[in-house]
């Protein structure tokens, strides 16, 4: 029986540490791939361990980590000194490397480009060497985003003249197109990588590390099929479309999952009631909870829409505010949760100052009330510009709680629009980025919602569909196999 052994590198890794949902994937798909049994597989086991910094919120949570040896990275000015830690999640390993350029009270990711830079680049490097002095060889060195993209950079440049990294294949994760790493020419030019001479590179990525992956990674792997499409148009492509389209052979997207066991309505500590298909009906209790909670009149009758959202520019939070203003005269209550962006967050309170018998604004991050609001809420929105996969509506829909969406990324790949099939309809979706397109999803939804049959059967569709990661992680081995061959 053959083994493929993956080193699966992030910036985060849940439950160690999680700023967005690249925290989430790097947390459940290297367990989800060590579950797979050779039957599964049609042969093949997987060793995949992970690989991320030693962050300082990493340090204060993982105490008893395994010190394993201490390394030096080499760079034009000098070596830097580094440390190698080993710690274990979910049945995983986890490799947690240290070092003067990952500050012991440094956030996750820096609001100063060069500073990021500086950390990622190293770490990106740094790994490299760490597996060379552990003598852990693995098949596949797996990047995700730019944090990491480097590292498929830095093991091309070194496979030619090192004989410890021949051999490695790659494969490169992309959640999030925009964020390429710029400002890390530097931090390159110190770590001795030079920048990319590949003529097909816009002059501008030159020295960003996405790019610089995207250019080397045998194979890169967008988190939905549709933004993989996506990434090879100018709309989404961000300037890298062109070399998406050179390399479009080895471009391909794989959904993420969900975990089924941590979201399930039927036994969520955090929900009033806990409910399934077979007892739906007792869902409404939920819904009453939470408007009484948010002291809305509790008016079962009346649609419930929720926002549970990153107030940001990516999310469409603008186009949801100005869409409900847009709806004002259909009879809705609306609870909208989240951080972020301080304009988008003020205009959310306004919102709810204009509207407050309707309307109101959750300015925080809190995983346990938005449980409860996917449990009792009845219309989930998100009018996401771009949405790489998306986890929310996932979630949403395994609680009953209907997602309105833009037709993009993920969202296009998860949900299926009631006008494409009512008899398999999980959701509604839009294609136009704007309010004018919103609003008017929000009235045909208002629409079906009051055919309750109808309504429960699109409740039901959802919460049957499988988002489990073991389907995202055959997809994976199948990849990996792939490149193997
Ligand atoms: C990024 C994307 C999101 C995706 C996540 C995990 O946060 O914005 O759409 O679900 O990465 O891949």
Redesign the pocket.
């Known amino acids: 029986m053959k083994t493929i052994k993956v080193l699966f590198l992030a910036s985060e890794a849940d439950p160690l540490v999680k700023v ?3 925290g ?2 790097a947390g459940s798909l290297p367990p989800a791939l060590r579950k797979l049994t050779p039957e599964k597989t049609g042969g093949v086991t997987l060793d995949v361990r992970t690989v991320i910094p030693f962050h300082s919120v990493v340090r204060k949570k993982i105490t008893d980590a395994e010190f394993l040896f201490d390394f030096e990275v080499s760079a034009v000015d000098g070596p830097v000194k580094a440390q190698a830690y080993k710690t274990e999640a979910n049945q995983v390993p986890i490799y947690l490397i240290a070092g003067e350029l990952i500050g012991p009270d440094a956030p996750v990711y820096s609001s100063d480009a060069a500073i990021g830079g500086q950390t990622y680049i190293f770490f990106s490097v740094a790994v490299l060497e760490f597996i060379k002095i552990l003598g852990w060889k693995p098949d596949i060195l797996h990047a995700n985003d730019w944090h990491t993209a480097l590292s498929v950079y830095a093991l091309k440049q070194r496979q030619d003249k090192e004989p410890f990294f021949k051999g490695i294949h790659s494969v490169l994760g992309v ?2 197109l925009p964020f390429m790493g710029a400002g890390s020419e530097l931090a390159l030019a110190r770590f001795g990588l030079t920048p990319s001479r590949w003529p097909h590179l816009p002059w501008w990525a030159k020295d960003d590390p996405l790019p610089l992956g995207m250019q080397t990674a045998d194979r890169i792997v967008a ?1 939905s099929q549709t933004y993989a499409k996506e990434i090879m148009t100018p709309e989404f492509g961000c300037g890298l479309e062109g070399i998406l389209k050179i390399r479009q052979k080895s471009v391909s997207g794989i959904v ?1 999952g969900l975990d089924m066991d941590a979201w399930d309505p039927s036994k969520d500590q955090a929900i009033p009631i806990n409910f399934d298909t077979s007892t739906i009906s007792k869902r409404i209790e939920n819904k009453i909870a939470l408007t009484k909670e948010f002291a809305l009149k509790p008016a079962p009758d009346t649609p419930l829409l929720i926002l549970i959202s990153r107030m940001d520019q ?1 999310k469409g939070v603008d186009i949801a505010i100005e869409g409900l203003l847009q709806a004002l005269k259909f009879n809705w209550q609306a609870i909208l949760l989240g951080t972020g962006d301080p304009k988008l967050e003020e205009a959310c309170r306004k919102l709810e100052a204009d509207y407050p018998d309707r309307i109101r604004a959750a300015i925080l991050f809190d995983t346990a009330l938005s449980r409860r609001m996917y449990a009792g809420a009845d219309i989930l929105l998100m009018p996401s510009r771009y ?5 929310a509506q996932m979630m949403a829909m395994r609680y009953g709680c209907v997602p309105l969406a833009r037709a993009t ?2 969202l296009q790949d998860t949900i299926v629009d009631f006008s494409y099939s009512q008899e398999k309809a999980t959701g509604f979706l839009f294609k136009e980025p704007n309010a004018k397109a919103f609003s008017e999803t929000i009235e045909r939804a208002l629409t079906v919602f009051h055919d309750q049959d109808q309504w429960q059967q699109i409740q039901f569709n959802g919460m049957r569909q499988d988002f489990s990661w073991e389907k995202s992680a055959l997809q994976y081995v199948k990849l990996y196999r792939e490149i193997l061959k």
Do not use: F
């Not at 949405?387 to 986890?391: I, N, S, V």
């Open positions: 967005g949902g690249l989430d994937v959640h999030n988190v993420n990516q949405e790489p996969c998306g986890l990324g993920g």
